[in-house]
């Protein structure tokens, strides 16, 4: 991760986020600012701090200066990659009965290593910091390449504002991080042998708040017209299902709003939502707080990182413009029936089965009156969840898997529809 208080490690890109910002992700907090370095010292400087990391390294063709912007060209990020263990004595043509020997395990050969190519690094108003490194103002980066498990994804613009590059002795010793204050990308491709097409994404940006200053950061993330095709989804439930329901493609919006406590590494969500089209938009809003995003990452450390990420007064909202009824049409069509059949069997039969398992009669009743107006006018849907206390994220886990039915008393749940 790029945001990291006592660490500053971060691994090599792998997603959207990551590739975008591969080349800033090894920048920090600014500090004073003084006369600008010429352009070969901001290529060394640059290549240093990646360097200094251990994760990967960085190279460029050619630096150039005017005024106080600096362009490196052709520049290269490669990850790191540990040598390979030395390969196994190979085994004996006969065992010691005089059977046969198994044969060996073949080696499977690992992927290339990630890497991420930018025609050009263009840095504008450029200067010099007392510590070692540098300042920008902003950072282009265009026409980047990142490859990944040999899958790649493009992106057409991407720029970084209010950057600051670090000494290698500060990467060395974890220095507090902020990479920069805002970034943006637009025209943004993924491909490769997982995908039957490839998934494109219109624009992401997203800000970051001073983490110099007492308390959590905030951080505010969002992503325009992530396109996804039921081609993409072959031979899965989820392309099939989009098929069913009579979509051609789904084109979504996602915005994410929350704080990062550098010095807990934890982050506070606030607000996440997720919409598209023709079908709807969820919304999950309130505190989930204390999720440390290097724990939940790590196994070893899984456990006790879900056991202090707290849920806390949430609430999540299903704004339908058109999914339902789809969803309605595809089960009259399967069933031979309307809408309103399938209405009917849901209000009348499934609902009732299901909610039997829940032990809170005054939720069973609740939560049926809801669902059974938002189906008869499927305006919205909300379900909240107001503990008393805030409930750790492994008990209600917990509780989902071998206790379903004692959920709404655990997160204090209350359902309504079309508020």
Known sequence: MILQGESYRPRASRGVAAAITGCAAFLVFAVPAFAAPSADDIGKALAAAVAATGQATLTYGGATASGDGVTLSDVKIVEVVPPPAPPAAPAPAKTESGAAAPAATPVVPPPPPTSVSIPALVFSGVAARSGGGFTATHLELDNGTSTARREQMTWTTAGLDTVVVPSAAEVTARAK??????????????????????????????????IAAPGPAAVHWEAHGLKLSPALLANSYVGAFITMLNYDSVDADMVFDGAWDTAADAMT???????????????VSGKVSGFSVRGLSDPAKAKDARAAAKLDQVTLRLDNSGFVEHMLDMQAQMLGGTRD????????????FFLGFVKNAAFRDQAQKALDDFLANPHSLTITAAAPQPVP?????????????????????????NN
């Open 177 to 210: 991080v902020r990479p920069f204050a805002a970034f943006a990308a637009a025209g943004i491709t993924i491909s490769g042998k997982r995908f039957a097409t490839p998934v494109t994404l219109a624009s992401a940006s997203g800000t970051i708040g001073d």
């Open 269 to 283: 969500l606030t607000s996440f939502s997720i919409g598209a089209p023709d079908m709807g938009k969820v919304t």
């Open 341 to 352: 059949d399938v209405r009917t069997q849901i209000t009348t039969a499934a609902l009732p």
């Open 393 to 417: 994220l492994g008990d209600a886990m917990h509780a989902a898997l071998h206790a379903p039915g004692t959920i709404p008393d655990l997160l204090g749940l209350s359902v309504t529809a």
